[in-house]
DNA sequence: GATGAATGAGGATTCATTCAT
DNA sequence: AATGAATGAATCCTCATTCAT
């Protein structure tokens, strides 16, 4: 926890690395202490700088604040792109939106709380760089569903933006004790049922063909073909 | 600049009746400003009394807030009820309970945001007669699925907590910018798409299509790869 | 010089004593420290009560600066219309408008000083109620100049505005010395000369000595030109 | 939001060349925000140096601002004596006086207003270069009154320093409203009623004797003996 | 019961200046 | 000489809550 304020004596750090100290640190009093009642000297002494220096860096208390979701959420973004990566089939992308999803819940709920609680709620948040952030975390989902839709694998008449909020939201609220330190969850578990819940809510009811299907039938083809000619030759 | 505060005169009110205006008079202070940026002094001046009165019936600002949350959610719950009243059908009685839960949220937005972003936050949330009251609203629910389960209605496999939650957190989500005045949303529409896509997800008669399949799948496959197998062998 | 913090308890004051007591306190750190490095909490100590309570009757440190103000130019304007009660005669009258002012500004150097660099330096002096006092204070002078010219004491030719910059301005410029604790002045020695510079630089009836000799010069080279053809011609 | 500043590459000038940047820079930057207000970063920006450097030449910022200011006074002593060379007359040099200090205000409003509320009234200002030099300024003026006393162009009990003050700080009053951008003067116009009510308020009663009425005087003389001879001849 | 004067903790922020590189 | 990262002091103000009257 915080570092005795031993005397510190200019020091000179690369740009770079001193943002890092810094956001570092915030990310660890935000943790701990909420906005609110993270104290900017607390950080500033956690990052081994002077207060003063912080604002070198960083506009805001509340900058800094963006300025650490935005890591954490670039982070979720980049995992959610990865995993999604040659999956193929509605059903499991959107399986995995929801795992990855729950995943980084269960990973840093201190942050996910801060976002919750401070920057969603704020009344600027959709002039916030976070919002953008959020709206291509979710373009994700909403793009699987269109190809869904497109595919056959979801009903036409579904409404893409209620099943995103029923995913995220249904979440949300799924993890809430757990954010508040009350209760915990199996996020494979949740994952399953969630995704299994929301697609036979949306799926389309006449099964789409199936690739594996497809292979399937032929191999049996031409074993059959390989049996028709063994009969053939033994007669 | 220095300017002197009107005189009131002593007026004696039965305690009932000042506790209503104190009441009457924070919910629209709460709702005009939010929380921390409502002064108490202007909840004073609205219901008539002096700043330090309000502390004679109310223990907390913070009191003040529930007190009035309490109120609504008063009346939130008995309309549940009501409307629950004779009816029957699960799918039926879902969508009764969402809408009805839409409903309220539209007419009462500014309550409804308070109670997001200050109560359910915080972290005593859990001690407080608020959650209390949110579980019974919620239990309501509870009920109507444990029911559905008990009569076949819904697959016994559902979680109910997470039905709960997809609903809850679902209309949470979708409601978001109508709570931050951006943007609209029609009850009837997504009463009517929120439980079709609930029922669709839990309900037992309709088999999910695709687990059976890929059941159906893997047989097959074991069957093929004994007769490849065999093909193979008898060369 | 500032109280030691004892324990102040809650006494409770008509707010009229209170305000005299802050704003005495106020005049006197001010005066010693000037606006900017005089700190709010040793006011308070010095008025015996808390920091906090000093905003319930000021709102701001600024505010009260002007009030302290305030209250030392209305003394003076009406000094300035006592004195001048009764008072015949636009020399005299002059006369006692310097005098009075020269004995204000050696009475409170302090907040003379304050005035001068705090407050009308300040871009948004001219929306102040310290300006409007100020010309009401100068307006004394200009009421005395107009009645000057027109009963002939003062030529008509004069600007009064500028007679008002001369005198309050001279003045201020002497007694820089003073207000900055170098030097001082004898009031009654500087309204005698000075008023009577101005008085002399104004008066109608002493008519300038020179420009009504240019024009006798001016007449006599004519006669001579005259004389000098007609002496010549007649030779 | 934690923008990087750009990078400025090593360039190493004379000097001289360095210290009239920064000097120039100072000069705008300061008129255009006032003392305080100033940012030294800006200064440093507009100058194409970095902030550290300045500080190679000037110990201060408020070195920077006196800087500015003497050379600006420089060149308003150098106009004053360049302005009063060959002319003759108490009145005429007192008006020249009066015009040129007009008409430097006038010139350069930002930096007048910057020595009045920044330089003069500061606690140092006595030990100040500035004040060496606005003594030398005013001193100009001192000696054309004390030469038109020995001379008998103004009366003998007149105090030159009030009528020092009277100039200038009269000067200083009437444009104060134009320092704050808020009106207009005509040094024209002004300075000629200025240098009338002045010279009129010290004038000597008895009017000097005057060289062009000496010369009228022998030319009356010569007529009258050419008249005379005249008179005689015809007799 | 009602008043309203009095309390007092609590913290982000600026920016001229320094000094290691 | 030039840089620019680092320093750190210094303080006004709010407003929920208390308590003497």
Redesign the interface.
Known sequence: MSVAPEKRSFVRLP?EKR?RDIEKAARMVFSQHGFDAAPVNEIAAEAGISEGSIYK???NKR?LLH?VLRTWYLGMIDDFKAKLEGIEGT?ARIHIVIWQHLKSIKESPDLC?LF??EV??A?D??STELYDMNREYTRVLMGILAKGMAEGDIRTD??P??????????????V?AYL?N?GDFDYEV?AQ??S????????A???EP?Q??DR?IE??EQ?TD??DQ?SSEGG
Do not use: W
């Open positions: 740009r943002m860096f960083y506009t900058d300025t059903r709380r919750y609680s969603r709620n009344p948040y959709y579904t409404s933006a209620l099943v995103r909020d029923v995913i995220f939201g249904g979440i949300e609220h799924h809430t508040m009350r949740v049922q969630l299994r819940l929301v697609f036979c809510g949306i799926a009811d006449k099964p199936r594996d299907l399937l191999r049996l074993v390989r049996l063994k």
